[in-house]
């Protein structure tokens, strides 16, 4: 079968000649799902239908399964952890088989990146969502082809303060705190990022939290993860804490705007490039984002040294432009897809 790196208009990534990744393609045995955040398990549904397996970390099976009903008790969410791989039969007469491996991503909890080894020994990659290139997330390099993602790959792009980024953030958090509650809004993924994050650099005040999100701490906190003390909202104990007034609350990105609440509000915003921006009398946005700037992008590519760089046009708003800025860094084989 006809083996390949490219992504579709559905979105989906493909690798090889049997493996779908981030979205649906028909006729692949497996889909793999590199992390939990919507744009990247879109068509799940198909997904279980079609597809034979459905490879996950087990960070991102949690959310998963806390996300849709119908993968809580299927056989076919198959759990690969960072490191290991699985084999995928090519031709059952012939048994010959491609070899996929996840690679760990600096991104939400769970995420990773995908290389997959076709019969020949020709290597395919996929970074998935990441930022911290060559620190928390390892470059794939040498493979024969690799598909990047660049949702920050647009001009004027650049975080000059991400270095800094989680320092900015805490210091906020903690002199809020000082002033009373504190609210934080944020994606899915990047809410649990920062709530460990809050912890390791000495934020100790209660976390209340939604009964979805307190179910995925719960479940995460089983994997490893430490979260201090946190508690249901609506609970005879976060009602005693809510009295109290200091604690910091998580809850969902768009609930932002809508919410009037006792307290801070702090809205953690991607596409925000200053640290932190004070937008109402108790409202704060701040530019924390999990995903490589332009610098960043333009790092992992370089260092990547692969064969073949195809920018993921179906995530980025400037892939074309990005592409022909590679090309000015003397790369030859730079194309975007789908065009
Ligand atoms: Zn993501």
């Given at each position: 079968m006809f083996s390949v790196a490219t992504v579709t208009e559905t979105k989906a990534i493909l690798l090889g000649s049997q493996v779908t990744v981030d979205g649906f393609t028909p006729r692949r045995k497996v889909r793999v799902i590199t992390h939990a955040h919507a744009d990247h398990t879109k068509d799940i549904g198909k997904s279980l239908s079609y597809q034979e397996t459905i490879l996950v970390t087990e960070e991102t099976a949690v959310f998963l399964k806390h996300t849709y009903r119908s993968l809580r008790s299927t056989r076919k969410l198959v759990v690969l952890k960072p490191g290991q791989t699985y084999k995928v039969p090519v031709d059952s007469r012939r048994g010959g088989y491609e070899v996929i491996k996840f690679v760990k991503a600096s991104?939400?909890?769970g995420s990773v990146q995908v290389v997959v080894e076709d019969e020949e020994g020709r290597t395919f990659g996929y970074t998935g969502d990441f930022k911290e290139?060559?620190?928390?997330t390892p470059v794939l390099q040498g493979l024969d082809a690799l598909v990047v993602d660049a949702t920050y790959g647009c001009p004027l792009c650049i975080r000059k303060y991400k270095e800094t980024m989680d320092e900015e953030l805490v210091r906020l958090v903690l002199e809020l705190l000082g002033r009373g509650p504190v609210h934080v809004y944020a994606y899915n993924g990047k809410l649990q990022e920062v709530m460990e994050l809050l912890r390791l650099h000495g934020v100790d005040a209660p976390y209340l939290l939604s009964r979805r999100e307190f179910l995925i701490a719960k479940d995460l906190e089983k994997l490893g993860y430490t979260f201090g003390e946190y508690f249901l909202e609506g609970s005879p104990e976060a009602k005693e804490i809510e009295r109290d007034g200091w604690y910091v609350r998580f809850s969902k990105f768009h609930n932002f705007r809508q919410e009037r609440v006792r307290g801070s509000k702090v809205l953690l915003d991607g596409w925000q490039f200053v640290p932190v921006q004070k937008v109402g009398p108790n409202a704060w946005r701040v530019g924390f984002s999990d995903h490589a700037d332009l610098e960043d992008l333009e790092y992992y590519v370089l260092e990547s040294k692969a064969g073949e760089i195809i920018i993921d046009a179906s995530r980025a708003s400037a892939a074309q432009w990005f592409a022909s800025r590679l090309e000015l860094?003397?790369?030859?084989?730079v194309s975007y897809r789908p065009i």
């Open positions: 991104h939400i909890p290139p060559g620190t928390g860094y003397g790369l030859r084989k």
